[in-house]
């Protein structure tokens, strides 16, 4: 049997299978996805008018978007279907992960700029425009493929957004007008992403109320739920043949039309099936761990977020203890704290073309008086600021990493400079000869280097070549 999954949508009678859009599953485990971009984050406020996210849901959503983008690329390039169950289109802000200080010590205020985004980022591999709109009557389909589930359920179809695609088969426009309201792209590798209108059943309909008084499905939504699931299955079948052919409607399966024929053939497909399954499932923690284990990489070309934790990652290989600090009035990107017990306070920074500037040193100064002030902290902590500069450029073509400003603002205050591409290759090092003599060398640089520019002891045996 195909193994289905259903990512924000919830197939009556099929709980077990489904996943919130938040959920970091790996799709490759299974044979046919469905997924809708339903979004359940927590907002603080609303921001022209539409709702803004807070700093961490912000994250969030951008790396839930930018998962589903990746394991849906995957599923497609593995010869697999993906059904797009096209929910209503939200418009909302988030944090873009810039931001600005002004003021010093307690007059410090964060300015943290705002980005426009929407549940269908996700899709921007596949050249998809989503436009928002609402209406239920849905022509029918194109493709024979399709005119089993249209019969079947047309009286739940409704469309939310109209379609702007460049190259896809359109499946389903409305009654009038002709808008695209459903399509079908199909991959080099004989993927298929199809498009189709919201699929929308009455929920107090297909419930009842157990002996404990919580709400489960009823006879009717298991029944639902069945013919919903086999008419996909069916049209992943078709899809995944040369020839387009109608899908086998769900009362052929009965026993009195099975060939002796099949059954065998069906044992052996079945057993092939489960092979594959975790084959694909080996694949897909191959793929998560490959990515695990690039996140240092991160220190050579990242920013933001994925910066501060390829720096948190490289500190833990130094030896040090660290991670973020937000009690709601003070956020820090990295409290860290040696073995040899000294404290420090790091801030991150990554520039695309240019030099780590005199604002974000400004933003560690006021960080560190603003932690000294703290009842709890008995002395001021040192400070670190890691760059990334001129991030998009090869390592040997990036010049000055810290302004002028920056070097004697550093020198004045006894901060540390430290380039995050020079953290790649010592970390690279003792990843692959757990050389703490060489960690504790390289935190005793540190320490000793404040005030500057941060220097690391040369590796040994010339390890570090390659390491770019």
Known sequence: MKNLISIGYQIPGHSEIYKHFSDPVSLLDYDIVIIAPIMNYEYYEYHDGKPRYSDSSSFQVKEDSQHWSREIQYSLNAGKTVFLILSEKEDFFVYSGRKEFTGTGRNARHVNYVEHFDNYQFLSFASVRVQSTNGK???????????????????????????????ADPVFLTKTGNKLVGAMIKNSNGGHLVLLPYIEYDWEKFTSKNKKGESVWNREAIAWGNKFSHCLIEIDKSLSSRNERTPAPQWILNEGFVLEAEKAILSKIESIESNVSKLNQELGNCRQELEKARELKDLLYETGKNLERAVEKALHVLGYKAENFDDGVLELDHVIISPEGLRYIGECEGKDTSSIDISKFRQLADEIHEDFERPEISSEAFGLLFGNPQRLLPLEKRNQAFTQKCIAGAKRKSYGLIITSDLFPICKYILETSDQSFAQKCRNSIHSQLGGIIKFPEIPNNQEEGAS
């Open 137 to 167: 009557l849905v022509d029918k389909p194109r493709s024979s493929i399709f005119s089993i589930f249209f019969s079947e359920f047309k009286e739940y179809l409704s469309y939310k957004n109209y379609l702007e695609i460049a190259k």
